[in-house]
């Protein structure tokens, strides 16, 4: 099993870019999340997906972030425009009705 | 709200030591509990979980977890830590009602000394 997939796994930009960050999560696996790490606020929930439709997008910071899953093998999460407090570590994350979620690798994310 | 604390923030230890490492939640009704470790610039993994049954709950590497329900608690162990286990350690919950996306506590950074 490959395990989650997420592109890039580093990403530099300049503030008020577009960045659009990929996951691809386990097959199988019916829900998908998205985390961010930061040193200030640890990890904490952006938004999750069940058999594709978001569930709980409570913890989205705001407007300039979008999640979609168009598909049970896809996700993206879009930051538009992008801003400096956006720097963090990314993380997908992947389960079953089991509840048990399995981490990607993360995508770095610096915004100067 | 719901949450999650640890309460040692960095934890440093001389190799064979034995170590434990609080967690405690704030929800009083069925949840499943978790225990991941972040090595180094790695993403997370799993140590080990529990959702019901025998609340001594063993993981991977020799890392076991005692859930005591009174004390809202699920406290990690090792009896004898090894230079590679430094690494931030992070206890999850989920299971409150209409969320299943993980709550995570602050996380321990765990230094092991050789």
């Known amino acids: 099993d490959a395990g989650v997939i997420q592109s890039p796994r580093h990403e530099v930009t300049e503030m008020g870019q577009e960045v659009t960050l990929r996951c691809k999560p386990i097959s199988g696996h019916n829900s998908l999340f998205w985390y961010r790490q930061t040193m200030m606020r640890g990890l904490e929930l952006l938004i999750y997906?069940?058999?594709?439709?978001?569930?709980?997008d409570s913890g989205m910071p705001e407007d300039r972030f979008s999640a979609k899953m168009p598909n049970a093998s896809f996700s993206t999460l879009k930051i538009q425009p992008s801003e400096p407090r956006d720097s963090a570590v990314y993380f997908c994350?992947?389960?079953?009705?089991?509840?048990?979620?399995?981490f990607g690798p993360g995508t770095r994310l610096l915004v100067l | 709200a719901q949450s999650v604390s640890q309460h040692n923030h960095h934890v440093i230890l001389s190799e064979a030591a034995s170590l434990e490492l609080g967690c405690n939640y704030s929800y009083g009704g069925t949840v499943n509990l978790f225990w991941y470790v972040q090595y180094p610039g790695q993403h997370l993994q799993l140590l080990l979980k529990?959702?019901?049954?025998?609340?001594l709950v063993k993981g991977i590497k020799g890392f076991e977890a005692e859930f005591i329900k009174s004390k809202f608690s699920f406290n990690l162990r090792k009896p004898s830590v090894q230079w590679s286990d430094t690494a931030e350690y992070f206890c999850a919950v989920n299971g409150w009602p209409g969320r299943r996306a993980l709550t995570f506590g602050s996380g321990t950074r765990l230094q092991v000394q050789p």
């Open positions: 529990y959702f019901s049954g025998d609340p």
């Open positions: 997906f069940n058999n594709n439709v978001p569930i709980d």
């Open positions: 994350a992947s389960g079953t009705n089991q509840e048990t979620q399995y």
